[in-house]
Structures are given as structure tokens and as C-alpha cells.
């Protein structure tokens, strides 16, 4: 086969005086693959923030455009949550009996959670869902996964219009302690990025993890007192076992649920460290969540 | 993004620069690429894939027999330069797409090197583009993906409209297009972002005759603007119209590699 090309001849017969390696040297040309520093990183994410408000909005948008009532549904599917869920836990199963307005108690704790679980699953499933994104173009990984979370959070304001609206009719007075529901928010906001950041890498490479998912979430959900209050439901337990109460107060997602009935409703108490609890998941699960992630932004989407 | 030589050149490099510029500094350096990847889920007929021999497979720790390794590009090496226009012909599953990806810098070597000025982008944008959506959401949303700023899409939208020739349809849903008119919006948005280095992969195949020279126009420009283009194609005439240099890949090595019309007319014959 003749290759007469003078192209060719830099490839071939130019090994014999300059090795390819020294030409890119040369000409300061450099390996494609690597993993940009930590902080070089999140500029990078920054610089994309345009893209990540554009494709969660764009998901949102056409989740719903097949359907005759459109965006609409951003408000009823919160609205016929709600009502399921009174439906069951408030008429069938009737929990109601040892809890001062258990709609509203009920409602926010699974609107809260929802929020929270729908985040963090969307997390896990935000790398193996975009495979033929990542193959195409370059930017960075935790773009999706955060993509994921502006769009449950632009879900959940649909839903807290409608538990504030819930909640004001159940009874409840307008207090100053509603000016902290964005904090309150904003921390469930921080910890939800974070821990969907960790599920995002774990989903990516355990493909087997979706699959696990559900289970795990319901398991969360039954643990993190939505239809019940922790510790009427561990009164009864022996004095030996008194630290399991503070174990299921721990759990971030109870805690952010006990945060917001705070605020919502006058006549609940909430566990002594809420606040204090809140806080530390907010922050630990953002910096080894983002940390973690990180760590393999160059093999997403590989192999 | 890069556009740019951010490092200093020294004299003595400027020198150089200038001497090699009759036939174009290199922006791409192949060395001796190996390419493998692993496959999931290729079942055979026997292998049936049921609950019981997944159990089973646990139990006797197998692991997955649908876990394929392709070895795809086997040892290529070629130097491209500023201003060429590169395509890459060869039979399905010569390894063409995959030598592209690797090039991106989306596929790790397994031996071997990629070097690159700048980022190489696969004119790839599809992938972010939602067909529920309208076309002049796409154009924002596709623009977006690959790192322009609001100011750069408002500049270009008028433009990726035009060269779209889409017309009105900008306002309805991209399901609602034909191929070819998918096609075009696709390219027009793809080709709005200045590329150091352009990979084009089957791209031109839809899309009427008259899109099909106005996209080579573009493909011509950016050659011009000193940029390089690869385009894989199996239309060997679009080739033909628009590279100046083909390389032909067979089972993951050149084959041959060189002028257009030599190396289409060997390729035709085998």
C-alpha cells in the first residue's frame, strides 16, 4: 500500500528523528484526559451554572408538556399527594389521635421527604440516565446531578404554596417564624446536593444500585417520622433502649422534617438539636459529597 | 472557552511556528493509540438471561459473561494540522466513531496517547437537545451544554435560525420536525461555537442537497479560521467534496492514508 502523504511521512518517517511525543512537546500540546484541580473544578461549574438553571427548567417543562393540563400538574400531583396520604394515614389508619393538627403534621412531613428523596434518587439515576451526554460533550459531571436538584427545587416551591396554603386553613397563625422557612430550606437544599452528589458516583458505577433504590428510600421514610412522632412511638420503649430515640432524631431527613413543623405549626415541639443537627448534615454532606464525586469526574461515562 | 494559546511562545518557538505554517502546525498528535472498552449486556442465544442463571452465576461467583472487551483501535498514529480537513472512512466497526471519541478525550487510552491543543468537542450536541421541547428552547438549552454565555446565544440565535432554515417551525416542538429539518437545527447549533478542533461524526448524511453544501461552506470556514475538522461519513461524495486528507481505518489500523481521491478510489476497489 503506497501512503505517499506527507502527513503520513511526519508520522512514520518522523519517528526516526523526533519521536511524536517530542513533536507535541514541542508544539505544547497536551494529553486529553485528566482530572482539573478542586478548585479549578468548581469555576468550571460555575461557568456552567447558565446550563444547569436551562436543563432543569427544559426537564421540567417537558416532563409535563404531553399532558392536556400541562404545567398545572405541577401543582396537583403535590395537591393529590396530599390527600392520598390524609386519606390513609389520617381516615383509615387514623394516627391522628395523639397529635394537635395531624394534617398538618402529616403534609409536611411528606412533602419535606418527598423532596429529599425524589433529589437524591434523581441523583443516582443523573449519570447513568445522560450516558450519551457525557460521551458527547465536555463539562463538568456534578452539573447533572445538581440539574437534578434545581429541578425538585423548583417542583417544591409548587409544593410548599400548597402546605402553606393547607396549613393556614387547618388553623395555624401567620407567625414571624416563617421568615425562616427559606434557612430551613436552603439547609434541606444543601444537604439534598450533597447526598445526591455521593448516589450520583455510587449509581454510576454499581449499575445494580437503581434497582436498590426504592427500597432504601422507603425504608428512610418509614424511619424518619413522616406519619408519626419519634418519640411517642419509642415511649414505650425499655429505659436500656432510651438511645434509639436520639439515633432516629440524627437521621437529616428528620431532622429537616422536624425544622419546618416547627416553624409551620405553633403547637409542635421539636427535638432539642434540630437546628444543630440540620446544620452539621447540611455541611458534611456537601463536602464529602462534592469531595466524593469529584474524585472520579474522569471516568464517568467510561468503560 | 481556550480559544487561545494561553502558554508564551519563545522566540525560538515563534520561529518555528512561523517556518511550519506553509503546511500548518499540528493540533492533533495520534501516538500509537490503543483503544479498549468493555461491553455490557451482548447476551448469546444460549445464555439466557433469567433470574435463576443470574443466581446461579452469584453463587459460583462468575461474573458477568454479557461483559465483552472489544479491542477497537489498535495501534494508530497520525499528525493533523491547522487547516486540514480530515475524514475518516472505513466499514461499520473499524473503529472510526471510536477513534473520534478518543480524540475528544472522551475515551481513555489503553496504551498509547492523544495530544491535543485545546479541547477537541464532538459536534455531538443531539444528546442535550429534548424533542419534547420547542426549537428555540433547544437552541438555548444546546448552546448552554457547550459552555456559551447568555450574551454569546443571543449574539448567535438569529444566525443558527437562519442557517437552520427552519423558519417558523423555531416556535413548535423539535418532534414535530422532519429528519432532515432536525438534522440542520442540530448542525446549526452544533457549528454556532468557534472549535479549535471539530469532530464530526455522520452528520451530513441527512439534510437535502442545499443544506448539504452550506454546511460544507461552514466545514470550509472553519478550516479556514485555522481550526481542523475530522468527519466520518459514509457518504464517500461528501468526503470527497470536502476533506483535503482521508484516512481509511480497517479492523482498528490505517489502512491508508492521504489524498481524497487515491486513498476513496483503493477503499472503493477493496
Known amino acids: ?303 | 472557552m481556550a480559544m487561545e494559546r494561553v502558554w508564551p511562545l519563545t522566540a525560538e518557538e515563534q520561529e518555528a511556528t512561523r517556518k511550519s505554517s506553509a503546511t500548518g502546525t499540528p493540533t492533533v498528535i495520534v501516538d500509537d493509540l490503543h483503544i479498549v472498552y468493555k461491553v455490557y449486556g451482548a447476551t448469546s442465544a444460549e445464555e439466557k438471561g433469567n433470574a435463576a442463571t443470574a443466581l446461579l452465576r452469584l453463587v459460583k461467583r462468575q461474573g458477568r459473561p454479557q461483559m465483552r472487551e472489544v479491542h477497537a483501535v489498535k495501534g494508530v498514529s497520525f499528525v493533523a494540522r491547522h487547516g486540514d480537513a480530515i475524514g475518516i472512512i472505513g466499514r461499520n466497526g473499524s473503529g472510526k466513531s471510536t477513534l473520534l471519541r478518543a480524540i475528544a478525550g472522551l475515551l481513555p487510552p489503553h496504551s498509547g496517547a492523544v495530544y491535543t491543543d485545546g479541547q477537541p468537542s464532538l459536534l455531538g450536541v443531539n444528546a442535550a437537545l429534548m424533542k419534547e421541547l420547542t426549537g428555540e428552547r433547544n437552541i438555548t438549552l444546546g448552546c448552554y451544554a457547550m459552555g456559551m454565555t447568555p450574551s454569546e446565544v443571543r449574539a448567535k440565535y438569529d444566525e443558527i435560525v437562519d442557517f437552520s432554515g427552519i423558519g417558523e417551525f423555531v416556535q413548535f416542538p423539535m418532534s414535530t420536525y422532519s429528519s432532515g429539518m432536525g438534522a440542520r437545527l442540530r448542525f446549526a447549533i452544533a457549528s454556532a461555537k468557534v472549535h479549535d478542533v471539530l469532530l464530526i461524526d455522520e452528520a451530513l448524511a441527512t439534510g437535502d442537497r442545499e443544506f448539504r453544501k452550506r454546511s460544507q461552506k461552514r466545514i470550509m470556514q472553519m478550516r479556514e479560521s485555522a481550526g481542523t475538522v475530522f468527519l466520518v461519513a459514509h457518504n464517500l461524495d461528501v468526503i470527497e467534496e470536502t476533506c483535503n486528507r482521508v484516512i481509511w481505518l480497517h479492523k482498528g489500523k490505517i489502512k491508508m492514508d492521504g489524498d481524497p481521491a487515491e486513498v476513496i478510489g483503493a477503499y472503493n476497489k477493496a
Open chain 1, 1 to 303: 500500500m503506497s501512503q505517499p502523504d506527507s502527513a503520513v511521512a511526519d508520522a512514520q518517517g518522523g519517528a526516526a528523528t523526533e519521536s511524536l511525543a517530542a513533536l507535541a512537546k514541542r508544539h505544547g500540546l497536551r494529553r486529553a484526559i485528566a482530572r482539573p484541580s478542586l478548585p479549578f473544578y468548581v469555576k468550571q461549574l460555575w461557568a456552567r451554572r447558565h446550563f444547569v438553571l436551562k436543563y432543569a427548567t427544559s426537564r421540567n417543562v417537558s416532563k409535563y408538556s404531553q399532558s392536556m393540563l400541562g404545567q398545572l400538574w405541577q401543582l396537583l400531583t403535590p395537591l393529590l399527594n396530599a390527600g392520598v396520604y390524609y386519606l390513609m394515614f389520617g381516615v383509615i389508619l387514623d394516627q391522628k389521635k395523639d397529635i394537635s393538627n395531624y394534617t398538618a403534621f402529616l403534609i409536611t412531613g411528606v412533602f419535606i421527604f418527598t423532596f429529599t428523596q425524589r433529589t437524591v434518587s434523581g441523583g443516582a439515576k443523573s449519570i447513568s440516565n445522560n450516558l450519551s451526554l457525557i460521551r458527547a460533550l465536555h463539562f463538568p459531571r456534578a452539573a447533572l446531578p445538581l440539574a437534578y436538584a434545581v429541578q425538585e427545587l423548583q417542583q417544591l416551591l409548587w409544593s410548599m404554596l400548597v402546605l402553606i396554603g393547607i396549613v393556614l386553613l387547618t388553623g395555624e397563625p401567620l407567625t414571624l417564624y416563617w421568615l425562616l422557612i427559606p434557612v430551613a430550606l436552603l439547609l434541606q437544599l444543601t444537604f439534598n446536593i450533597g447526598a445526591s452528589l455521593f448516589m450520583a458516583r455510587v449509581g454510576a458505577f454499581a449499575r445494580d444500585m437503581n434497582q436498590l433504590l426504592p427500597f432504601i428510600m422507603r425504608t428512610w421514610l418509614y424511619a424518619s417520622g413522616v406519619f408519626f412522632s419519634i418519640p411517642d412511638r419509642v415511649a414505650d420503649l425499655p429505659e436500656s433502649l432510651a438511645f434509639v430515640q436520639y439515633i432516629m432524631e440524627l437521621n437529616p431527613a428528620a431532622a429537616y422534617i422536624e425544622l419546618m413543623r416547627d416553624l409551620l405549626i405553633q403547637s409542635h415541639t421539636p427535638p432539642q438539636w434540630a437546628w444543630t443537627t440540620a446544620i452539621f448534615w447540611a455541611v458534611f454532606a456537601l463536602v464529602i459529597g462534592f469531595w466524593y464525586f469529584w474524585r472520579a469526574e474522569e471516568r464517568y461515562g467510561r468503560g
